[in-house]
């Protein structure tokens, strides 16, 4: 196979490559785009992307194919790769040649596994949608989280926010999020969370280095402030391990909200970037389950969700907060998707 031939899949990666360059990564944008060219040098990685059953964009294949050429080159293999990285030359398709034909077994393996990137920049806004719920609720809330990946964002209170001027959360973390703020703000509340326990399906352990070198694979290397933030958060979660469960969220889920809740606390269930990763009858049985459990929320004993996910044409990340008894669902924001910024709706 000539190297510069296209093959199946190239679509998906010049896709993702025009995506990064909008949200400010040139530098994955170049290295994606060269990726697409130089696809043919990777037989195994090629066939991978070639044959994927089902969404290639769903699954985030690009992303999955970044992540592996950025762990590499963290690694510092091979030296081209880690040069371009460093900045020693901006050859992108002869680094992308050589890695993709000596590591394309590291890559074709990577790539299997789904993106773990639990981005902490999106806490911002599930923490205003927290405090849109104590807002209506005036209670505490017990926090279930879908996804949870590390669970980094199930220690969101223990993180600092700078909400469109408004300053919450922990005034001394050494996490500070400041997303580019416009239209209203949430209202000014107390972020009170008497419990928080995720799960995934392949919960990762911060106080691991393998954890460690994933999570910032996922991370853009051209966006400093993104690979800081998540350092330190990883920091905070070595010092306080979120409760992560290993099981498929659909059943653990229904198996959570059937359990017996607290007078006087609210129980929210958040999920960010997970329904993308479910077919259609995971969908339905996961809508399916929230109204269930609405059915039995009560003013003492009220529930919430709060999801931030793409809409359904992929145009535009929601942050929408449901709410029961009654189970009316609104808008609260539309977000950048690593939440570098939020436009406040409610």
Known sequence: MNMMTPVGGNSELQRQSRRARLLGSPFVADVLAAADRRLGSGPRTAALIGGWVGDPAGA??????????????RRGTPPVLKALFEHGHDDFDAALAVTLATE???????????????????????????????????????????????????????YSYNLGGMVVGAPESPVRIAPRWSGGTPPLETLEIVSARGVDLN???PRDESTRERLMAYVW?????RVRRLEQALDIARRVVPDVDRADART???????EPQATGVCRVIVHSMV????DRAARREFITTFREAGHRASAKRPLARVAFEWNRTRSEVRLTL?????????????????????????
């Open 60 to 73: 985030a294949l690009g992303l999955r194919l970044n992540s592996a050429i950025h762990a590499l080159a």
């Open 104 to 158: 394309d077994r590291f890559i074709a393996n990577w790539m299997q596994s789904p993106t773990q990137t639990n981005e902490v920049g999106r806490a911002a806004a599930l923490a205003a949608a927290l405090m849109v719920v104590h807002h209506a609720t005036n209670m505490p809330v017990a926090l279930l989280e879908v996804g949870a990946s590390c669970g980094l964002n199930l220690n969101l209170e223990r």
């Open 203 to 205: 919960p990762l352990d």
């Open 221 to 225: 290397p051209d966006q400093p402030q």
């Open 252 to 258: 653990w889920l229904a198996e959570r909200l059937a």
């Open 275 to 278: 329904l993308q990763y479910f």
């Open 322 to 346: 449901t709410m029961w008894p009654g189970g009316s669902t609104r808008i609260l924001a539309v977000c950048h998707p690593y939440g570098d910024w939020i436009d406040w709706r409610a």
